[in-house]
């Protein structure tokens, strides 16, 4: 993820496991974490028997920092995301200082954004680029022949 750095939600400090849940080795993961022995065990238990439905990463596809709404729609693949440098000299000063004066995190500007995050991000920094802005949509699902 673009930033990452992950912090224990209990005291703070910076985990020591880093989002790593080592399977096969319960030991290495309660040695590693800061909560109490019990709930360390129950992280263990509930990521490795399936019960954990929640999501931090999605092998294969990468996090849009700007994208909103619910976790999967997050993520996409790496081909779906640019740089904003591809669009704008981000080492300009101008485009500094506006990107600063409409408070777009250091996070977005060194990341990749998904099309439509891209095309909104643009239409704030310079709207003459985001005018020839468009987003194609490619469905890779194989048609269902069983039908025809």
């Known amino acids: 993820m673009p930033f990452d750095f992950w912090r224990c939600k209990l005291d703070k400090r910076s985990c020591r496991l880093q989002v790593w849940i080592p399977i096969g080795s319960e030991e290495r993961f309660t040695a590693g974490g800061h909560a109490p022995e019990q709930r360390t065990r129950d992280v263990y238990r509930v990521v490795t028997d399936g019960t954990y439905t929640g999501i931090h990463h999605m092998p294969g596809r990468w996090l ?50 998904c099309p439509s995050c891209m095309i909104s991000l643009m239409a704030k920094i310079d709207t003459s680029v985001s005018d020839e802005l468009e987003s194609i949509q490619i469905d890779y699902r194989l048609p269902d022949v069983s039908r025809v």
């Open 64 to 113: 849009c920092p700007t994208c909103k709404g619910k976790p999967y729609s997050r993520y996409h693949f790496h081909w779906e995301l640019t740089p904003i440098d591809v669009f704008v000299d981000t080492d300009s000063r101008d485009v500094r200082i506006n990107l600063i004066d409409i408070r777009i995190d250091d996070s977005v500007i060194f990341s990749n954004l």
